[in-house]
């Protein structure tokens, strides 16, 4: 079982910067890949990026390239997603979720997911 929890986010004007932190609790969380989704208003929650249980691997949608990183550490039970270079269309509920396999981008591989934390990018 992993509870996870989500933070950090806010509002930003285009252009700046946000990192959000997903806090998980158990103490298999090394054994999980992780992910963020994201869902904006209207929309269906798309995937965004994925970490590997071994770091170093990593996974992006095209949108976010270049522009975000997805980190964790293993010995604080924690992943991150740095956002640079933010965009009023990266406006979304931001939610971390835990899978048992490799890298994924389906939500139905992904067996825990947090609450969400809103992020704001205004024009």
């Known amino acids: 079982q992993v509870q996870l929890a989500e933070s950090g986010g806010g509002l930003v004007q285009a252009g700046g910067s946000l990192r959000l932190s997903c806090a998980a609790s158990g103490r298999t969380f090394s054994s999980y890949a992780m992910g963020w989704f994201r869902q904006a208003p209207g929309k269906e929650r798309e995937f965004v990026a994925a970490?590997?249980?071994?770091?170093?691997?990593?996974d992006y949608v095209d949108s976010v390239k270049g522009r975000f990183t997805i980190s964790r550490e293993n010995a604080k039970n924690t992943v991150y997603l740095q956002m640079n270079s933010l965009k009023p269309e990266d406006t979304a509920v931001y939610f971390c979720a835990a899978s048992n396999k490799w890298l994924q981008r389906r939500r139905s591989e992904y067996g825990y997911w947090g609450q969400g934390t809103q992020v704001t990018v205004s024009s």
């Open positions: 970490i590997s249980w071994v770091p170093g691997n990593t």
